[in-house]
């Protein structure tokens, strides 16, 4: 079974920075492309940015462009989300998902597999 464990959420002023962190087992983690998905007070979990097996392609959301960055190590079945220049809207629970795939209309999904989520709060 696989399971998913995020850590690293916190609180933030406007312009700091914060390092995610998600470590998978339970599968074939250097296989698999692997998401980060968030969800803000009152809103749809929404996809923020992934990653594929070798750590060659990554994928981002428009609103984080620029300001995160998705990594991996497959020795350590780690997947990151660094967080810089982060703003309040970025305010959400975050969450890794351990089978990421975009749809044929361009939209980014999440396997049936997340992890229980970190807060991050992003105070002005």
């Known amino acids: 079974q696989v399971q998913l464990v995020e850590s690293g959420g916190g609180l933030v002023q406007t312009g700091g920075s914060l390092r995610l962190s998600c470590v998978a087992s339970?599968?074939?983690?250097?296989?698999?492309?692997m998401g980060w998905f968030r969800r803000a007070p009152g809103k749809e979990r929404e996809f923020v940015a992934a990653?594929?097996?070798?750590?060659?392609?990554?994928y981002y959301d428009d609103f984080v462009k620029g300001r995160f960055a998705i990594s991996r190590d497959n020795a350590k079945n780690t997947v990151y989300l660094q967080m810089n220049n982060v703003k309040p809207e970025d305010t959400a629970v975050y969450y890794c998902?351990?089978?990421?795939?975009?749809?044929?209309?361009?939209?980014?999904?999440?396997?049936?597999?997340w992890g229980q989520g970190t807060q991050v709060t992003v105070s002005s």
């Open positions: 339970g599968h074939t983690f250097s296989t698999r492309t």
């Open positions: 990653i594929s097996g070798t750590g060659r392609s990554t």
């Open positions: 998902n351990g089978d990421t795939w975009q749809e044929s209309a361009g939209v980014w999904v999440g396997g049936p597999d």
